[in-house]
């Protein structure tokens, strides 16, 4: 093995070797932290008795070239599921001999969508024009909430008696979903003040149409949080030696299973796994968990470049991590933060780029292990005791 892979092993002996070997790859000492203090967890959870362990792993190496994520990392998870850190081991090894991933951030954009309800369905095209028309206003409004939060506009839709007000902000290094939800009521009760009308009944902080923590079509178009992509070109010699098939055949399966088992089952996105990529990272790195439901609908490709060399692309429309707030303040989880160099300006935008190449890794290595019919094999040998 080399070493630029982690030792294997499961004894102590081996754990404590792999924090050596990442102190030499590194140069970072991930130490076991303590426990947090009881009363620093507000904000966090409520009603607390205690800690459940997690097993935290290292997976890597991953090489990168992106808008905002340069270098080689390890990468941090937490996961219960034997052969996850492996197999995404294994697809950052294949991508590194290949010259790594190229990402690219596309934007930042987070939604809070509330619905205001009329008498009459005349008046909404009356409201949808004020609000145009006070933008600025109500802008000053919402952002007296936060230091992270800028509006960046409000999308309307008007259904029947109702209009919703699609408030897009960009979040800055904070994953934000309590900053757009404080600073959009804080909007709502500007505009209840403020608009004149007998036709006005009530208004609803979150009409769901914002698609917070569900999977939909309008994430995929729209994008919500950190939108991602992330490619690979990965030369067939490499391909044939260790994900033991050849790049023809790993296209012609993807073409036949997604075109055939993933769309007639209706699944939203197109991808085999990304959210066991997207749960392992958050619990890590101390991001919101439920996201994963809106993160994992990315849409990946895989086709022939130079005759047999595999060229692998995958968008994420939504990644929804932080680096400041919430879990991110957690000992271990921003020890982790630490290790991968996420702090400071652009650090969220960075820590997305290296999530979708992770998930990008994971994806590469499953479909090497199904068409190659290792899948079961594997499974038996790394996922159970």
Not at 3 to 10: F, H, M, N
Not at 21 to 30: D, N, Q
Not at 123 to 138: A, G, H, S, V, Y
Not at 346 to 363: F, P, Q, R, Y
Request: proline fraction near 3%; aromatic fraction near 10%.
């Amino acid at each position: 093995m080399s070493s630029l892979l982690p030792p294997r092993g499961y004894s102590k002996q081996h754990t404590e070797k792999r924090r050596k070997w990442l102190v030499e790859k590194t140069g970072f000492y991930l130490n076991e932290a303590p426990p947090d203090d009881p009363e620093n967890l507000k904000g966090i959870i409520e009603n607390h008795v205690g800690f459940m362990q997690v097993p935290m792993a290292v997976a890597g190496p991953l090489k990168i070239s992106g808008t905002y994520a340069h270098g080689e990392y390890y990468i941090p998870l937490c996961t219960l599921e034997g052969t996850l850190c492996m197999s995404m081991t294994r697809g950052l090894y294949l991508t590194y001999l290949s010259g790594g991933f190229k990402t690219t951030h596309i934007k930042q954009e987070l939604s809070r969508s509330p619905m205001f309800r009329f008498k009459e369905i005349h008046e909404t095209t009356r409201f949808t024009k004020w609000i145009d028309e006070n933008f600025e206003q109500i802008k000053r409004a919402a952002e007296s909430t936060t230091n992270h939060g800028k509006l960046l506009r409000i999308d309307t839709y008007i259904i029947q008696d109702s209009v919703i007000l699609d408030f897009v902000y960009n979040t800055a290094e904070a994953a934000g979903q309590n900053i757009v939800t404080m600073a959009t009521f804080e909007a709502c009760k500007f505009i209840k003040e403020k608009y004149q009308s007998e036709q006005f009944i009530r208004y609803y902080i979150e009409s769901n149409f914002s698609c917070d923590k569900n999977p939909a079509y309008k994430t995929i178009l729209q994008g919500r949080s950190h939108q991602v992509v992330a490619s690979a070109l990965i030369k067939s010699k490499l391909f044939k030696r260790l994900l033991h098939c050849t790049p023809e055949d790993y296209v012609e399966a993807w073409l036949k299973c997604s075109s055939r088992g993933s769309r007639i089952a209706g699944i939203v996105g197109k991808n085999m796994h990304i959210a066991n990529a997207l749960a392992a990272i958050y619990l890590a790195t101390g991001q919101d968990i439920a996201c994963v439901a809106e993160n994992a609908v990315g849409t990946i490709e895989f086709e022939l470049r130079n005759k047999d060399d595999l060229y692998a692309t995958l968008t994420m429309p939504s990644i929804s991590v932080g680096t400041v707030g919430g879990g991110t303040r957690l000992k271990q989880q921003k020890a982790n933060l630490e290790m991968l160099g996420c702090s400071g300006k652009n650090s969220s935008k960075k820590l997305a780029e290296i999530v979708c190449a992770c998930a990008l890794a994971l994806e590469l290595s499953l479909g090497g292990a199904i068409v190659s019919d290792e899948f079961a094999q594997s499974h038996a040998e790394y996922g159970r005791k």
